[in-house]
């Protein structure tokens, strides 16, 4: 329930009730205050969470989700929700808030108990959306909850989930891979996760996997639906087609590898093809994104607000 004190109370998108800027500087005051408690309280994990990032190259994305997450928040009209929230909305403190901090809380807790690092990184979520209720009210949450959620992308996945997707599409990029190299007229034989071309064998390590690529890829198709203006259709099929994209991209890098070496040798082809092609697959899965979204523009007309009239229709010939 949202607290009955008059000065917990702000009207957003109001034009009786504007924001004083003495309330702006205070309700800035109150979000730097939560945000550097949120950040000395949670340094450990994220410095542990950086650490994977830099080291891991299938979360190698990490550093650049709370960019995008900034980038949600910014089209969605910082710094307060008066564009978007209807007049009767307030910025009210909820105490529905209460039980999910206390749920990211207990889950910290408990991972520290048990030594669990995964459940502490995954504490955060529920500690934010608790504090941004808690404080802002459910105005706020639905103008933020976007930004919040994508959060989860900078987390790692359990390591059962993990290991259930990394096998399988390491075998798919594997034979597809090898499907396209002989396609094209090489001599490419899979034997497991490894492309045999005449004496050269390239094993499809687990960093070749494309699991980084494909979570990479999602946060992306994810971060351009929630700022587009497109309809929901639209946005659904744009985060959903990134599975086949990243996919798609993880064949073209390992068979570009494999050219590589074959043509060129194995150091060049190493530094050429194998590094910096990961580096090449962000901005090739950004154009293929707004190539998709540009396609579905031009599929999927938009309904226009006029109201369109029926055709007559005659029982007989209408006379001149």
């Known amino acids: 329930m949202p607290l009955n004190s008059a000065s917990s109370k702000v009207a957003l998108g109001s034009a009786n009730a504007p924001l004083t ?55 969605r009209k910082l710094p307060l929700p008066q564009n978007s929230l209807d007049a009767n909305e307030e910025w009210s403190p909820c105490w529905w808030g209460l039980p999910l901090l206390l749920l990211g809380v207990a889950a910290r807790l408990a991972a520290g108990l048990m030594d669990i690092d995964p459940l502490d990184a995954y504490s955060l979520l529920p500690t934010l959306f608790g504090l941004v209720l808690l404080v802002g009210g459910r105005a706020v949450l639905r103008w933020s ?12 996945l359990p390591f059962q989930l993990e290991e259930a997707l990394a096998f399988p599409l390491r075998r798919l990029a594997t034979l597809a891979s090898t499907y396209v190299l002989q396609t094209l007229g090489y001599p490419a034989v899979a034997e497991g996760n490894i492309i045999l ?15 980084g690529m494909l979570m990479t890829f999602f946060a992306l198709a994810t971060a351009m639906a929630l700022v587009v203006k497109a309809p929901l259709v639209d946005r659904i099929v744009l985060v959903v087609s990134a599975v086949p994209i990243a996919l798609v991209a993880n064949v073209v890098r390992i068979t570009a590898t494999a050219i590589a070496y074959d043509s060129f040798g194995a150091e060049l082809g190493q530094v050429i093809f194998h590094d910096l092609a990961g580096w090449f697959m962000m901005p090739l899965a950004l154009g293929l994104l707004w190539l998709e979204l540009w396609f579905l ?18 029982l007989s010939e209408p006379r001149s």
Request: aromatic share 14%; hydrophobic share 60%; proline share 9%.
């Open 21 to 75: 800027p003495r309330l702006r500087a205070q309700t800035w005051v109150i979000i730097a205050v939560l945000a550097a408690v949120l950040l000395w309280v949670y340094w450990p994990t994220l410095t542990r969470m950086a650490e994977r990032w830099a080291s891991d190259p299938q979360y190698s994305h990490g550093f650049l989700v709370p960019i995008f997450a900034l980038v949600v928040l910014w089209f």
């Open 145 to 156: 909850w976007p930004a919040l959620a994508f959060l989860a992308f900078m987390l790692p």
């Open 297 to 314: 523009s031009k599929l999927l007309v938009a309904r226009t607000p006029e109201k369109a009239s029926p055709l007559p229709v005659y």
């Open 197 to 211: 071309i005449d004496q050269i064998r390239l094993g499809v390590v687990e960093a070749c996997s494309g699991l």
